[in-house]
Every structure is written in C-alpha cells, then in structure tokens.
C-alpha cells in the first residue's frame, strides 16, 4: 500500500503549479507522474454549526506541487493516494492510469470476517504554526500567546484534544519550543484574493520561505497550520492536507481564516483540531448517517455527530484506525444470543468498548462488513458532554455499519438512525433503553436492556447466521 498517503482538504477552482513532464517522444501527450490526491473543501457556518463539505474532486501531487484535474473517470476513488501517471491530450483532457509499481502492491485479501487495521498512530508530532497576513490586509488579529493558547496550553486546545483522545499516546511538539513552535506575524508579497487558487500554491511557498528565513526549516515539522486574517468572499473556514495512517513521518499542512475579534477563537477551536484529525489520516470524519430528510444516506460530512475527530471524541471506528482504543472489541459472529456489558471509550478499562458483529450473506458467507455497537456517556471532559440535541447518543447505543478494511480511509461508517420518522430526524439516531433493532437482511437482532452510567450498557445480541 503507498506509504506516503496525503489527501488534501481545500477549495479552490484552479491551480497553476508547475508540472514536471518526463521524457517522452510525443510532445503532444506530455505526461507526469505523482500520487493522486482527494480534495474536500470543508465549512462550519452551517446552522447546526457542524463541519461541513462542500466539494469533492482530485489532483495530482508532484515534486513542484499539485496538478489538478479534470477527468470524469469514474475508477479515481479507487486510485487515491496511489502512485499515477497524468497524461494530458491536445485538446487538454486529462486521463489518469496507475503506474506499474502501483498496479503490483496489494496488502493481500482479507481473512474473511477478520479486521485489517493501520499501524497505530503514536508519539510525538513536530508542529509550525505560521502566522500570515497580505499586502493589502496587514492586520495581525491574534497574538503568538493566544494561538498557543487553543493551539497548546488551554483545556480545550488541539494538542489537549489529541492527548485525550490517545490516552497520551499522541501529542504536539515543536523543533525550538517543546510545546509547539509559533511563526508570528509575516507579511506575504500578495493580495488576499483568489484565496482558493493561490492557498496551496503561491501562498503556502511565501509563508514557507518567510518562517524558512527565520530559522524555521518545514522539513522539520509533520504538521504546518496557516492562521491569516478572514477574507471577504473566501467560502472555507478551513482545510487540511491529510497524512497517513500510522506514518509518523507524514506531512500535512492546514489553513484556517482567523475571527476578526481575537475573543471569538474559542469558537473556531473545534476546526483546530477537526483538521488535526485529517492531518493523521482520515480524509473525512463522520461518514454517513440515515436521516428522515434521506431514506436511504446523507453523505453530508455531519452526518455522524460522534466520529470526530471534531466536535467530540472519536468514534470507536478512528479509535481503532489511529491505534487509540483502550478496551476490548467483543466478536459475535455465531448464531447465537448473548449479552455484552458495554463500557465507554473514554475510559482506560479492559472492559468491551465495542460489539462487533461480522456480516454473513444467505449462505454463510463473510461480506467484508460489520456491525458495531457502541456506548457513550459524559465525562469529566469538555470533550465528551453532549449537547441537548445529542443527548440520545449519551443515553443509547450507536449502530454503526462499517467496512472490515480499515486501512482504506475512503470507506465511511453508516450511522443506523433506530427511530425513524421521529420528528427530530438523526438526532436520535441511537438505540435506547428497552428498543430492539433488527437487521432481516443480514439476521441481527440488537436489543438494549439496561443504560447505565455506573453499570455500563447491557446489550444482547441474536443472530440467525
């Protein structure tokens, strides 16, 4: 599997990078060859407040920086993250083909019904931060002690979030300052307009020859976050470049549009380490979710409140792809009824966190999916208390269908809303106390008996297969 995964997070509608073309004899074809790249642009002023996507497409990642594309194949998904040659034609179409070394790296078939999970996402991640401001909009909005701040030092800062959320197995470092190192203010040579043109290209190179300049080497740091004042008309709050699952080698970079009142960056904090999340491999948090304005998927970026890394603590599915689970995953993959005692994730136990039930078709037959069941409570963390609207998520226990193979980032978990038709759609998605779920087509009967803070969730699984 390529090694040197990074899916990019912006919005943008075109990119002149310069390409690298290799040697060929028909110039009217030129080709490049580079690792093809997802791109998402994310937003969080919905009216839910939730972290939103707005656009999907791709690119070309090459030596001199990213190519992006036109193509309407419909095989991309398939390719992302993978080595590829671009071959453009005459009339500028472009078309994209694995290379050869691609096409030979497999990570070999799965044991059926078995998982197949990353390398653990562990130890410390150099971090820069670099403050950037335009020619035309100098305003410095934040100080370097108030980027610390949500960034390293307060309760709910990114590095906070991650420590909780790896039961201090992952957190952020930098080269000159244990707790991170801080760029302030540089004055970049353009205009804050085109922000989704220039971000990736002409200002990212600016902003890295400026701190570069200052002693602050970007071959030194894992993580780079852009922090610039709000520009008038720039649709994103902020996006990410991710890296790879278990690689702490990979390099990821992120740009956020600062608030204009320094008092409101408690606010965007959220975004901070939403994005951190991307940045260590996960192109996109929640999945999808049944809602009641969906019959079938909302592949809205929200769509799983609980999946984090964002807004609470992840989900139980990215505990296990980033290695952070502390607990037991019970298997139940016989015909059979029994009883689990579910404890939450964010508690340190070798308890059960998770009921993981292997799908079988009509013959018996292994499907590469699974069903997990999770429980959450709140917690002593300002991480992990649910909101009003999300308290069913804190009183019930989260269905979820999710693909064996966790290694590939692009398979996204379903949320199974268990009350349909309720008058607040997804918002209650979870299964409650004395309800049962039943799945005819796979032979799954989940039923909730007891909701426990100081017992744990009793649940009983039956099984036909």
């Given at each position: 599997?390529?090694?040197?995964?990074?899916?990019?997070?912006?919005?943008?509608?075109?990119?002149?990078?310069?390409m690298v073309f290799?040697a060929?004899?028909?110039?009217?074809?030129?080709?490049?060859?580079?690792?093809l790249?997802?791109?998402?642009?994310?937003?969080?002023?919905?009216?839910?407040?939730?972290?939103?996507?707005?656009?999907?497409?791709?690119?070309?990642?090459?030596?001199?920086?990213?190519?992006?594309?036109?193509?309407?194949?419909?095989?991309?998904?398939?390719?992302?993250?993978?080595?590829?040659?671009?071959?453009?034609?005459?009339?500028g179409s472009?078309?994209?083909?694995?290379?050869?070394?691609?096409?030979a790296?497999?990570?070999?078939?799965?044991?059926?019904?078995?998982?197949?999970?990353?390398?653990?996402?562990?130890?410390?991640?150099?971090?820069?931060?670099?403050?950037v401001?335009?020619?035309?909009?100098?305003?410095?909005?934040?100080?370097?002690?108030?980027?610390?701040?949500?960034?390293?030092?307060?309760?709910?800062?990114?590095?906070?979030?991650?420590?909780?959320?790896s039961?201090?197995?992952?957190?952020?470092?930098?080269?000159?300052?244990?707790?991170?190192?801080?760029?302030?203010?540089?004055?970049?040579?353009?205009n804050n307009?085109?922000?989704?043109?220039?971000?990736?290209?002409?200002?990212?190179?600016?902003?890295?020859?400026?701190?570069?300049?200052?002693?602050?080497?970007?071959?030194?740091?894992?993580?780079?976050?852009?922090?610039?004042?709000?520009?008038?008309?720039?649709?994103?709050t902020?996006?990410?470049?991710?890296?790879?699952?278990g690689?702490?080698?990979?390099?990821?970079?992120?740009w956020?549009?600062?608030?204009?009142?320094?008092?409101?960056?408690?606010?965007?904090?959220?975004?901070?380490?939403?994005?951190?999340?991307?940045?260590?491999?996960?192109?996109?948090?929640?999945?999808?979710?049944?809602?009641?304005?969906?019959?079938?998927?909302?592949?809205?970026?929200?769509?799983?409140?609980l999946?984090?890394?964002?807004?609470?603590?992840?989900?139980?599915?990215?505990r296990?792809?980033?290695?952070?689970?502390?607990?037991?995953?019970e298997?139940?993959?016989?015909?059979?009824?029994?009883?689990y005692?579910?404890?939450?994730?964010?508690?340190?136990?070798?308890?059960?966190?998770?009921?993981?039930?292997?799908?079988?078709?009509?013959?018996?037959?292994?499907?590469g999916?699974?069903?997990?069941?999770?429980?959450?409570?709140n917690?002593?963390?300002?991480?992990?208390?649910?909101a009003?609207?999300?308290?069913?998520?804190?009183?019930?226990?989260?269905?979820?269908?999710?693909?064996?193979?966790?290694?590939?980032?692009?398979?996204?978990?379903?949320?199974?809303?268990?009350?349909?038709?309720?008058?607040?759609?997804?918002?209650?998605?979870?299964?409650?106390?004395?309800?049962?779920?039943?799945?005819?087509?796979?032979?799954?009967?989940?039923?909730?008996?007891r909701?426990s803070?100081?017992?744990?969730?009793?649940?009983?699984?039956t099984?036909?297969?």
């Amino acid at each position: 599997m390529e090694n040197k995964i990074l899916v990019l997070l912006t919005l943008y509608c075109f990119l002149t990078p310069n390409m690298v073309f290799s040697a060929t004899n028909d110039r009217s074809r030129p080709h490049t060859v580079g690792v093809l790249r997802q791109i998402i642009a994310e937003n969080d002023q919905s009216p839910s407040g939730e972290i939103r996507t707005e656009q999907t497409w791709y690119g070309v990642e090459t030596e001199s920086g990213l190519v992006p594309i036109s193509t309407k194949q419909e095989n991309l998904a398939d390719m992302v993250n993978k080595q590829v040659i671009l071959t453009i034609a005459k009339n500028g179409s472009h078309s994209v083909q694995l290379t050869e070394e691609a096409k030979a790296e497999t990570g070999g078939p799965l044991v059926a019904g078995e998982l197949n999970i990353p390398q653990p996402s562990l130890g410390p991640r150099k971090i820069l931060v670099i403050m950037v401001n335009f020619q035309n909009d100098t305003r410095q909005v934040a100080s370097e002690s108030q980027i610390r701040t949500v960034m390293f030092r307060g309760a709910n800062s990114a590095n906070g979030f991650l420590l909780e959320s790896s039961f201090y197995s992952l957190w952020l470092t930098g080269q000159q300052v244990a707790e991170g190192d801080v760029q302030t203010w540089v004055t970049i040579p353009f205009n804050n307009t085109n922000c989704a043109t220039n971000m990736f290209n002409a200002w990212t190179q600016s902003a890295d020859n400026m701190a570069e300049a200052n002693g602050f080497s970007k071959t030194n740091y894992q993580l780079r976050f852009y922090m610039f004042p709000s520009i008038p008309g720039c649709t994103f709050t902020a996006n990410a470049t991710a890296g790879t699952l278990g690689d702490p080698n990979s390099m990821a970079r992120a740009w956020f549009q600062l608030p204009d009142d320094s008092s409101q960056l408690d606010s965007k904090i959220k975004s901070f380490y939403h994005e951190a999340g991307h940045m260590l491999g996960v192109p996109r948090h929640s999945g999808y979710q049944e809602t009641e304005a969906s019959p079938v998927i909302d592949a809205d970026d929200k769509g799983d409140f609980l999946a984090g890394v964002g807004r609470y603590l992840p989900s139980n599915v990215n505990r296990v792809r980033f290695g952070w689970l502390r607990g037991k995953i019970e298997v139940h993959n016989q015909a059979i009824t029994l009883s689990y005692t579910l404890t939450p994730p964010s508690v340190i136990s070798k308890g059960a966190k998770v009921i993981r039930i292997p799908l079988k078709d009509a013959l018996g037959n292994f499907i590469g999916k699974s069903i997990w069941v999770e429980s959450r409570k709140n917690m002593s963390s300002s991480f992990e208390f649910f909101a009003t609207n999300h308290l069913a998520y804190r009183d019930g226990v989260t269905i979820r269908y999710v693909e064996d193979d966790l290694v590939n980032v692009q398979t996204k978990p379903i949320v199974r809303d268990t009350t349909p038709g309720s008058p607040i759609g997804a918002d209650d998605a979870p299964l409650q106390q004395g309800l049962s779920y039943t799945d005819s087509t796979y032979g799954v009967t989940i039923q909730l008996v007891r909701a426990s803070d100081s017992l744990g969730d009793r649940v009983v699984v039956t099984t036909t297969r």
